[in-house]
Antibody, heavy 122, light 110 residues
């Protein structure tokens, strides 16, 4: 059974940093493109970014609001994906979901984690 | 990349059909047949219901139908049921190799 478990969320002051993790199981992470999506309280979904598989160069893409501040990395030997968030702003507050796109020719999000809450406030 | 445009809310009586539109541009919805739809209940993670414009995920009721014309995709729910009351989001792959979600639609069963 595919499972994604996010961890590392919490409270941080504006300008601070936080790293959240996504531990995966039940599928071959080596081939997967891993994505992060966030949802501000009471608001809609926002795609944050993606890291491709190692065989595809671990290329990353990010949404414009987080480009240059957030970075995604992966450790396939541990089945973990990371989202490093720097220079955090209040508008980064929300639930962050980890999503596996299991094959490179799939363009939809079929497995989601339960999410981890990040709160940016002074 | 601006969010895809969805109506904020749609409502219908049990048994009726409703349609949720998702309007993008030639850089996203209009460029690829990579539109997907997600259902989200309060406090829960979203769930995929439709992918690649019109394909239902295994186990999803055939009351859900997806389609696309030009820069606008649509999700139709027929035979509306109380359990369909939720938030719905569309999503599209873009020419910038990113993804963009719709603004979201709250479906209310009267």
């Amino acid at each position: 059974e595919v499972e994604l478990v996010e961890s590392g969320g919490g409270s941080v002051k504006p300008g601070g940093s936080l790293r959240v993790s996504c531990t995966t199981s039940g599928f071959n992470i080596d081939k997967a493109y891993m994505n992060w999506v966030r949802q501000a309280p009471g608001k809609g979904l926002e795609w944050v970014g993606r890291i491709k598989s190692k065989s595809d160069g671990e290329t990353t893409d990010y949404a414009e609001p987080v480009r240059g501040r957030f970075s995604i990395s992966r450790d396939d030997s541990k089945d973990i994906v990371y989202l490093q968030m720097n220079s955090l702003k209040s508008e980064d507050t929300g639930v962050y979901y980890c999503i596996a796109v299991r094959f490179s020719d799939w363009f939809f999000f079929d497995y989601w984690g339960q999410g981890t809450l990040v709160s940016v406030s002074s | 990349q601006s969010a895809l445009t969805q109506p904020a809310s749609v409502s219908g009586s049990p048994g009726q059909s409703i349609t949720i539109s998702c309007t993008g541009t030639s850089s996203d919805v209009g460029s690829y047949d990579y539109v997907s739809w997600y259902q989200q209940y309060p406090g829960k993670a979203p769930k995929l219901i439709i992918y690649d414009v019109k394909n239902r995920l295994s186990g999803v009721s055939n009351r859900f139908t997806g389609s696309k014309s030009g820069n606008t995709a649509s999700l139709t729910i027929s035979g509306l049921q109380a359990e369909d009351e939720a938030d719905y989001y569309c999503n599209s792959y873009t020419t910038e190799t990113t993804y963009v979600f719709g603004t979201g639609t709250r479906v209310t069963v009267l």
